[in-house]
């Protein structure tokens, strides 16, 4: 379904396992600060509406959205989290820099997974403009970090009971 027919800040509350024990990061990124800390906020309060309680959310700002996997990969070795969620906002420039930031952001995002032991879900937002981010961000398709934070609990349960 395309993000133009999909509300990001919908999720079926009915589903979603007890997060009242879990321990949550939240990576940010601090380029385009207008737009993360929005994601970063819709995620917050979305793990708290949830049950996740407000000591065992770790909060970490790194300087831009390249920087997120090692602020998660140091996430990751702590050991103390269930989930980490990376909060990034990457928007098409003038030059091929886009490309080079997506392409490394998701793939670094994807080892992380795959070599980790603390799911690291993925809500960097790649917009070819700054009102797509907005829209994605708190506007009118909802919010993507509220999207995220109900996957990192589901996966923070996986992790659990896996």
């Given at each position: 379904?395309?993000?133009?027919?999909?509300?990001?800040?919908?999720?079926?509350e009915?589903?979603?396992?007890?997060?009242?024990?879990?321990?949550?990061?939240?990576?940010?990124?601090?380029?385009?600060?207008?737009?993360?800390?929005?994601?970063?906020?819709?995620?917050?309060?979305?793990?708290l509406?949830?049950?996740?309680?407000?000591?065992?959310?770790?909060?970490?700002?790194?300087?831009?959205?390249?920087?997120?996997?090692?602020?998660?990969?140091?996430?990751?070795?702590?050991?103390?989290?269930?989930?980490?969620?990376?909060?990034?906002?990457?928007?098409?420039g003038?030059?091929?820099?886009?490309?080079?930031?997506?392409?490394?952001?998701?793939?670094g995002?994807?080892?992380?997974?795959?070599?980790?032991?603390?799911?690291?879900?993925?809500?960097?937002?790649?917009?070819?403009?700054?009102?797509?981010?907005?829209?994605?961000?708190?506007?009118?398709?909802?919010?993507?970090?509220?999207?995220?934070?109900?996957?990192?609990?589901?996966?923070?349960?996986?992790?659990?009971?896996?």
């Amino acid at each position: 379904m395309a993000t133009s027919e999909k509300n990001l800040s919908y999720y079926d509350e009915s589903t979603m396992p007890d997060a009242s024990g879990m321990r949550i990061g939240i990576v940010v990124s601090e380029w385009n600060p207008d737009i993360t800390e929005k994601l970063a906020e819709g995620a917050r309060n979305t793990l708290l509406r949830l049950g996740v309680k407000e000591e065992n959310i770790t909060l970490w700002h790194v300087p831009g959205s390249f920087e997120l996997i090692y602020g998660a990969r140091r996430m990751q070795d702590n050991a103390f989290l269930d989930a980490i969620i990376a909060v990034g906002s990457i928007i098409r420039g003038e030059t091929p820099h886009f490309d080079y930031v997506c392409q490394a952001v998701s793939q670094g995002i994807k080892d992380l997974n795959v070599r980790g032991n603390i799911p690291v879900v993925f809500c960097v937002l790649t917009d070819d403009t700054k009102q797509q981010a907005i829209e994605r961000s708190g506007g009118r398709h909802g919010n993507k970090g509220v999207d995220c934070a109900a996957a990192a609990i589901k996966m923070a349960w996986l992790k659990q009971n896996s």
